[in-house]
């Protein structure tokens, strides 16, 4: 091969080596994607359900919170409303458009917070409680199947489309009811931060619900016997419903009412 | 003079007399000024550590609206020429990269949230460091590496040694979760607010981690030959830059600049912040430390001229034949109350003189005591010690209290050995 030959070739496969790996990826791992946002987002109706948060810290013990949530997914909103531990009844979280402020009743103040933060110290983040959005926050990087427990699984490897999404870089793996059963969240240098295990949904209309939510952490936890343990936290559904919520639900005086 | 020679005579031939009461004076005078000397340390290794962690006595902080707003300084090519034509002389410019939210250091399964991440220029700040108190390991081979320098309260949390390596996690400026793989080179001793949960890097390691371009940075600190003229040399500043850069109208605060940043702009917009401007947390610490020790001064001041005046008052009672010899060969009654405030006068300045002595004894021992097992007491301390400052001013302003303190404890006994009748004196002794 000449010299002129190799730099050539050498050109090409540099300019396909920095195209996007999409490229190789599934044509329909796109419309997965979507397929998995559609059944667990609710754009034509309100959403509703208590929430137990189950926190196990290895040497620490449980922690356990209880929410109840109200979702508007049409208008990117979200109320929570937390009902336990005793010490915490009446806080709450309001969600409206691109602003989250954390309400407590003592000093009957608001907070603005972010979306980004975990959730009452436990291994959720505050964006788990809003409508999916895979399809629109990610592309799809490459695509492989894997058996997991008795679910065949397409495993789709995500990269962020913007550099405003709180995990640069996501694993899913869906079974094939497009129901995600695993995910996995990692840093922009790739370092895996949190594991989720979702192993049973509930029907909701036409719609999915998890039955139980299991959250990983990959950096906090304990080694026990050389073998490291992450913190874990178990999310709890109950009562979904779709009713209509009133309007005046999602506004700061009705959280200031329902909290005194 | 006549009368000073007097005075003075009367105090050496009665000095057991004044022994006690030169011996309290002397005291108290040490106290004050052990006192003043500490707090004057104190406020002086709070804002050392402050200078330490903000890296600066004064700052130019740039930030990108976008549509929220990065810190960013890209080229701080205007700045330095700012500076020349302000005809400020830095004694060290200090490029910092800061992540003051959301950095986490993990180690084994435990972490520590850390209310500051810090990227440092390590060959510029050097002599700083250079100042920070190590139980283990240094800051030495930072440079360019993947050390990081945590603090003894962080270590403990993590059960982290030097050498160990710790993941840290941060956000990018555009909010994306990032981590890095460091290893630890130093632990720092500071349980202070400012270094508890304070890490320091690389810079270019930092810049890197939270997304800005290489070369980029947030923070240009200056750190001047007087700290005390920070807020002139703002003003200067402040007046160089708004020629060449958009830049915010003077800031007195972080809040306000937290307020300003808020405001409908664009583009690239810099603040002008003194040291001061940061330290509205420990405000409040300080303020309460100048009150305690004003009105510990203050009484120590009553204590004294309550001693003179009532030594003064027993004197003059058993010195009254004298008084009446004075007034009965033609003293006036204005000399003989100018004799008894100047015997008071040289044993205050008698006893400022030895007091001096004991004082600055007194402020070079404490000095040299370690207060590592006082919790909270970090923020006060300098590589584990109080530190003093000695300040001639306040040696004066000290002495002079004292000296009208005696001034004023002796003068109702001065009018009273004045008003003694020569006859009805002379009489009473006989």
């Known amino acids: 091969m000449t010299e002129k030959k190799r730099m050539r070739y050498s050109a090409v496969l540099a300019i396909l080596l920095v195209l996007d790996t999409q490229l190789w990826a599934d ?128 495993v789709l490897s995500l990269k962020a489309n913007s550099s405003e999404v709180t995990f640069p870089f996501a694993k899913l793996w869906i079974s094939e009811d497009s129901l995600v059963r695993k995910g996995e969240d990692y840093s922009l240098s790739r370092q895996l931060l949190r594991t989720l295990l979702i192993p ?47 309007d005046n639900l999602f506004t700061k005086a009705y959280l200031e009412k329902v909290s005194r | 003079m006549a009368l000073l020679r007097l005075a003075f005579q009367a105090l050496v031939t009665r000095w057991k007399r004044y022994l006690f009461l030169a011996l309290g004076l002397s005291l108290g005078f040490a106290l004050m000024l052990l006192l003043t000397g500490l707090a004057g340390g104190m406020r002086g290794n709070v804002t050392a550590a402050a200078a330490r962690h903000y890296g ?66 390590w060959e510029a700040e050097a002599a700083v460091f250079a100042g920070l108190e190590f139980a283990s390991g240094g800051f030495e081979g930072m440079r360019g590496s993947n050390g990081i320098l945590i603090s003894n309260v962080t270590a403990k949390q993590l059960g982290a040694r030097v050498g160990d390596d710790v993941v840290l996690e ?65 003003s200067r500043l402040h007046e160089a830059l708004a020629g060449s850069l958009q830049i915010f109208p003077p800031l007195r605060s972080q809040q306000e600049l937290w307020v300003r940043l808020g405001e409908d702009w664009s583009g690239v917009k810099y603040a002008v912040l003194t040291l001061d401007g940061y330290l509205a947390e420990i405000r409040d610490l300080t303020s309460a430390l100048d009150a305690g020790l004003v009105l510990l001064l203050a009484m120590m001041l009553a204590v004294i001229a309550l001693g003179i005046g009532n030594t003064y008052r027993v004197m003059v009672h058993e010195r009254v034949r004298e008084f009446g010899t004075l007034r009965a060969i033609g003293m006036q009654r204005s000399r003989v109350s100018r004799l008894i405030l100047a015997e008071a006068l040289i044993l205050g300045v008698v006893c400022v003189a030895a007091g001096s002595l004991a004082g600055l004894s007194l402020l070079y021992a404490t000095g040299s005591v370690r207060f590592v097992q006082v919790p909270g007491f970090d923020i006060f301390l300098q590589k584990g010690r109080l530190g003093w400052h000695f300040s001639l001013g306040v040696f004066v302003v000290n002495a002079v209290a004292v000296l009208a303190a005696v001034l004023l404890g002796g003068w109702i006994p001065a009018r009273r050995a004045s008003a003694v009748e020569p006859a009805r004196a002379l009489r009473r002794d006989a």
Not at chain 2, 82 to 91: D, H, K, Q, V
């Open chain 1, 27 to 154: 044509p329909d791992a796109k419309d997965l994607l979507r397929k998995v946002d559609s059944l667990v987002s609710f754009p034509d109706s309100d959403f509703s359900a208590e929430y137990t948060f189950v926190t196990n810290r290895p040497d620490e013990g449980f922690d356990t919170t209880q929410a109840a949530i109200f979702r508007r997914d049409a208008e990117n909103k979200y109320l929570i409303l937390l009902l336990a531990p005793k010490v915490d009844r009446g806080k709450g979280y309001l969600k409206i458009g691109d602003n989250l402020w954390f309400y407590d009743p003592v000093p009957r103040k608001y907070v603005f917070t972010s979306s980004r933060d975990r959730f009452r110290n436990s291994n959720a983040r505050n964006s788990d409680f809003t409508r999916s959005t895979f399809a629109s926050d990610y592309s799809v990087q490459q695509t492989s199947k894997e058996r997991l427990g008795k679910y065949d699984c397409t």
């Open chain 1, 200 to 246: 049973t949904y509930q029907g909701i209309g036409s719609r999915f619900v998890p039955q139980t939510i299991v959250i990983m952490d990959q950096l906090k936890g304990r080694v026990i016997d050389g073998k490291y343990i992450g913190d874990r936290t178990q999310i709890t559904i109950s009562k979904p419903s779709l009713a209509k919520l009133p």
């Open chain 2, 56 to 121: 600066g006595d004064l700052f130019v902080l740039g930030h990108q609206k976008n549509p929220y707003y990065t810190p960013v300084i890209r080229d701080d090519a205007a700045i330095l020429a700012a500076l020349r034509a302000a005809g400020i002389e830095p004694s060290l410019v200090a490029r910092r990269t800061n992540f003051f939210e959301n950095g986490q250091v993990f180690f084994n399964g435990y972490s520590s949230r850390q209310k500051t991440v810090t990227g440092i220029d």
């Open chain 2, 170 to 234: 941060v956000d990018t400026v555009t909010g994306q979760r990032n981590t890095a793989s460091m290893i630890v080179k130093g632990v720092f001793k500071d349980a202070s607010i400012f270094g508890a949960y304070t890490s320091y890097v690389d810079i270019k390691l930092l810049t890197a981690l939270i997304g800005l371009a290489p070369g980029e940075y947030t923070t240009f600190g200056i750190y001047l030959r007087d700290p005390g003229a920070a807020r002139r040399e703002s």
